[in-house]
């Protein structure tokens, strides 16, 4: 089943000098697949996601999400549907520092006016399987950026929403948070078919999705599968960084 499917894609940022930051892009992403994009610094990956995941407008082209069209979708059942069918992870975590880890983590339960037993055995059950739980009582101030960013993914999944989009979730981690973070995000996809679309620097990163999609220039250049072996795509992405002149020293 095709969980998003991208048509002709274009953005134009409007101001004192229009500039054209997507130009037909056409995408389909399956069920359980765990997609990456890259490309060098502006080429339209946070702009394509920002259309992806409704937060901005496209100027032409079509985003269909689960089949429906968010952008067809009155602004306030577009906020329930990008609640209930979209999970998000950013760099920066995003949690709220008033609340713990565990409220945080039921935080789109909350929303949703779930039944609090019920909300407190999935927070647990999330946090088991992201290795969390002794942390679950902690504020935010008093955990690390891996914490954190396991936190944040916990939130994003705990409502099982059709499509997780992550934005640099390594950026503010060290290589070994960083692995371990993909490790979770891998181990989730696999174990429960998350679909996941996530844009990344971090060559690493991006070796652990089952697909790579580059962009150079608000179009989409060119697209790899990961085949038996991790070191090999690895070595794939690397090549095609090089060939969009995309330094990648980390
Ligand atoms: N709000 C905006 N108004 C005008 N131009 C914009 C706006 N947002 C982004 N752009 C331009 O659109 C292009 C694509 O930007 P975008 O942030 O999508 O690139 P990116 O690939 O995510 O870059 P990076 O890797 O540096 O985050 C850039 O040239 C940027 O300057």
Redesign the pocket.
């Known amino acids: 089943m095709e969980i998003l499917t991208v048509r002709n894609l274009g953005k134009i ?1 409007k ?1 004192a000098l229009a ?1 054209e ?1 997507l130009s037909d892009i056409n995408l389909k992403i399956q069920e359980g697949e765990f997609v990456g994009i890259m ?1 060098p ?7 394509f996601l920002n259309m992806v995941s409704t937060i901005d407008r496209p100027t032409s082209g079509e985003v269909r999400i689960g089949g429906a069209d968010p952008y067809g979708m009155p602004q306030d059942l577009l906020a329930v549907f990008r609640r209930r069918e979209l999970g998000f992870i950013f760099q920066s975590y995003n949690l709220l520092h008033t609340l713990t880890v565990k409220e945080n983590i039921m935080l789109p339960l909350v929303l949703e006016g779930i039944d609090p037993a019920v909300m407190n055995r999935l927070a647990q059950e999330m946090s088991d399987k992201l290795g969390i739980s002794s942390i679950l009582g902690k504020r935010t101030y008093e955990i690390s950026g891996g914490q954190a960013q396991k936190t944040a993914i916990a939130r994003a999944l705990i409502h099982k929403p059709k499509l997780v989009l992550a934005d640099e979730p390594t950026g503010n981690l060290d290589s070994k948070a960083a692995r371990d973070v993909m490790e979770m995000l891998e181990s989730r996809n696999r174990e429960e078919q998350v679909t996941m679309l996530l844009v990344t ?1 971090d060559p690493i990163a991006a070796s652990y999705c089952h697909r790579v999609v580059f ?1 150079n220039d608000g179009r989409l250049f060119n697209e790899i599968y990961c085949g038996d072996s991790r070191n090999a795509f690895y070595q794939k992405i690397l090549n095609t960084l090089s060939v969009l002149g995309v330094n990648n020293e980390r």
Do not use: R
């Open positions: 940022y101001g500039y930051a490309g610094s502006g080429s339209g990956k946070t702009t620097h962009m």
